[in-house]
């Protein structure tokens, strides 16, 4: 397994609730581990690092980098990569990992994260940007599967054999978000539990949830992974069908849209814990 998180329940940390996630550690309870998207960190200093590194302190860390677009047809934004080097000397994360998009083209800024085609010329040019981010920071990377509305026409490869085949030129593993494989399957018909039992298990270093919203459009329905909402029950069967093939790994719990109470969110968080130590207590 790739990272060096603990095999527990974790969260995505939100300003509102950087005080509540000291009490909870500080009680021994709350989340094991907390990820932030270190692009909200790239000032040198004030609140948000004071507040990064007390939490640092007492918790492990995994940076989540939503910036450097590796799928650009110009390579991977560079001086996001120098931000996130810095950041990662700063602080030691015990993961980093970004995602199999693009989000800038020519210089422009998209904000989003926008699918690739699955060709050999595309696994080839993100094999050489993760090796090249992998080789500044020096460490392995995860790269999360994407949240897809649209497939290519002239695709080489399924998904999944994409990925795998990505981890295998580059020594990256895998960040697998179960909410996106379900979005990927109500937009595109793509089968979650097959593309499950295609990965090799010990590619997988670190697991999402979170919830998605379906929008309609007149006759038009399209899933949108839009972290507003609670895990739903298909995601949470899904999580423990990717855990009985892969064993125990960090589960992250994601809400960045309406953004609930720190109570409520540990909830979901211990019922990810319960079930990721449910299957440490079978490798026992």
């Known amino acids: 397994?790739?990272?060096?998180?603990?095999?527990?329940?974790?969260?995505?940390?939100?300003?509102?609730?950087?005080?509540?996630?000291?009490?909870?550690?500080?009680?021994?309870?709350?989340?094991?581990?907390?990820?932030?998207?270190p692009q909200n960190y790239?000032?040198?200093?004030?609140?948000?690092?004071?507040?990064?590194g007390a939490i640092a302190e007492r918790l492990p860390l995994s940076f989540h980098s939503v910036g450097l677009s590796l799928g650009d047809?110009?390579?991977?934004?560079?001086?996001?990569?120098?931000?996130?080097?810095?950041?990662?000397?700063?602080?030691?994360?015990?993961?980093?990992?970004?995602?199999?998009?693009?989000?800038?083209?020519?210089?422009?800024?998209?904000?989003?994260?926008?699918?690739?085609?699955?060709?050999?010329?595309?696994?080839?040019?993100?094999?050489?940007?993760?090796?090249?981010?992998?080789?500044?920071?020096g460490r392995t990377i995860l790269i999360e599967n994407p949240s897809r509305m649209i497939a290519f026409a002239r695709d080489d490869y399924e998904e999944a054999a994409f990925l795998t085949e990505l981890c295998r030129r580059t020594g990256c593993g895998l960040l697998v978000d179960v909410n996106n494989l379900l979005v990927s399957e109500f937009n595109l018909g793509l089968d979650p539990r097959g593309w499950i039992d295609a990965i090799d298990p010990r590619l997988v270093g670190e697991i999402h949830v979170a919830g998605h919203a379906i929008v309609v459009e007149g006759p038009a329905r399209i899933a949108i992974d839009d972290h507003g909402s609670q895990v739903g029950e298909a995601c949470w069967d899904l999580l423990a069908h990717l855990l009985s093939r892969c064993g125990p790994?960090?589960?992250?719990?994601?809400?960045?849209?309406?953004?609930?109470?720190?109570?409520?969110?540990?909830?979901?968080?211990?019922?990810?814990?319960?079930?990721?130590?449910?299957?440490?207590?079978?490798?026992?």
């Open 42 to 52: 790239t000032m040198a200093g004030g609140p948000m690092h004071r507040w990064l």
């Open 73 to 137: 047809p110009g390579g991977c934004d560079r001086e996001e990569l120098e931000r996130l080097a810095a950041l990662c000397a700063r602080y030691a994360p015990a993961s980093v990992s970004d995602h199999l998009s693009w989000s800038s083209l020519g210089g422009e800024r998209i904000p989003d994260l926008l699918p690739l085609p699955m060709t050999h010329a595309a696994l080839a040019h993100c094999a050489a940007e993760v090796s090249r981010v992998q080789d500044r920071l």
């Open 1 to 37: 397994m790739i990272g060096t998180l603990p095999a527990r329940g974790g969260l995505g940390l939100k300003p509102q609730h950087f005080a509540a996630v000291i009490e909870a550690a500080d009680s021994g309870a709350g989340p094991h581990w907390v990820e932030v998207h």
């Open 249 to 284: 790994r960090p589960v992250l719990v994601e809400r960045d849209n309406d953004v609930p109470a720190f109570t409520e969110l540990a909830g979901e968080v211990e019922r990810a814990d319960r079930m990721v130590t449910s299957e440490l207590a079978d490798v026992a």
